[in-house]
């Protein structure tokens, strides 16, 4: 009878098919945390190059924003030097207006005056106190003398009412002279008209 020995045959091969098994285990262990470790050293890699980048870019756009903000400063400063300069020269030519204005009033004064004045009018003199005119004349009729008042009181270069200070009426061998005294108050032509004075408190004295 023949004996065959199996498990003699059966252990080696057993034996050498585990090791291979553990081998093949830790190698794969040590593969999965290599690829782990790689993974993460390219993650925290990426990480820092995209935060280097973000602070480049960061810097960039700072650097750029203060050199647009000094420009701006120094544009907000030459706005406010020619707005100081618009002003001192608004002043100056308003003040130029008026002084021109002051200049040429006393003509335009005389040209109203003598404009207003009717036939049969005359003057005798003419003072200048501030704005008020006090101006003296003669004339044939009270007539005339009521046309010259209403006159100066239609020249935008006059308030209302101009006043009649004094009138006095001659007898002469050439017939009735009135000797008059009257106020004129001068105004801006541009400023606004003065309501008329009622009816009853204008027209002319009386004769004596």
Request: aromatic share 6%.
């Amino acid at each position: 009878m023949i004996r065959i020995n199996l498990l003699a045959v059966d252990r080696g091969p057993v034996k050498k098919t585990r090791g291979a098994a553990v081998v093949t285990a830790a190698q794969r262990v040590t593969i999965a945390a290599a690829l782990i470790l790689l993974s993460t050293l390219v993650a925290v890699g990426w990480w820092y190059w995209s935060l280097h980048t973000t602070s480049s870019r960061l810097e960039d756009e700072i650097a750029k924003a203060e050199i647009e903000a000094q420009q701006l400063r120094s544009v907000l400063a030459q706005v406010q030097k020619f707005e100081t300069r618009k002003a001192v020269l608004q002043q100056r030519v308003s003040l130029i207006e008026q002084l021109r204005r002051g200049q040429t009033a006393p003509v335009h004064v005389l040209d109203e005056v003598s404009r207003a004045l009717p036939d049969r009018l005359w003057l005798i003199s003419m003072a200048q106190h501030g704005q008020d005119f006090t101006i003296e004349g003669r004339t044939t009729s009270l007539t005339a003398l009521s046309d010259f008042v209403a006159n100066l009181e239609a020249s935008a270069w006059f308030k209302r009412p101009v006043e009649i200070l004094d009138s006095q009426v001659d007898q002469t061998a050439a017939g009735d002279l009135v000797r008059f005294t009257i106020r004129a108050t001068t105004q801006s032509p541009d400023a606004p008209a003065a309501p008329p004075p009622p009816a009853a408190g204008r027209g002319a004295p009386p004769a004596r």
